[in-house]
């Protein structure tokens, strides 16, 4: 069930498809998540900040939200796979944030039909 979102400012060169197929890549790899039930999107973003709107600053920002249940140590261990699936899936300009938090969630309902 895991929710794998990623962002990315517009001032970054990738290819949306390299870098999704590399986080879940990483995702599976860990052998912990079900992946037959695992959602991934990018999302590129045109309106953002980092330090100050004219900054020119780059970032990337990864949120991967499970169930409850998984030991702190799993949640870190997934964390920095995925940054640094991330972070070797492109070429980034000088000084790009890529950030990765991993939540669990509180409510979650699903169906499928």
């Given at each position: 069930m895991p929710h794998l979102e990623i962002e990315h400012t517009d001032n970054i060169d990738?290819?949306?498809?390299?870098?999704?197929?590399?986080a879940v890549d990483a995702l599976h790899?860990?052998?912990e998540y079900?992946?037959?039930?695992?959602?991934?999107?990018?999302?590129?973003l045109d309106v953002?900040?980092?330090?100050?709107?004219?900054?020119?600053?780059?970032?990337?920002?990864?949120?991967?939200?499970i169930l409850p249940g998984r030991?702190?140590?799993?949640r870190l261990r997934t964390s920095q796979a995925l940054t640094e699936a991330v972070a070797t899936?492109?070429?980034?300009?000088?000084?790009?944030q890529i950030t990765?938090?991993?939540?669990?969630?509180?409510?979650?309902s699903k169906v499928v039909v």
């Open positions: 990738l290819v949306a498809d390299h870098l999704l197929a590399a790899d860990l052998g079900d992946m037959a039930a695992t959602k991934a999107r990018v999302r590129r953002y900040s980092v330090d100050r709107p004219d900054s020119g600053g780059a970032f990337v920002a990864v949120t991967l939200s030991s702190e140590e799993l899936a492109a070429t980034y300009p000088a000084g790009t990765t938090q991993v939540r669990e969630l509180e409510a979650y």
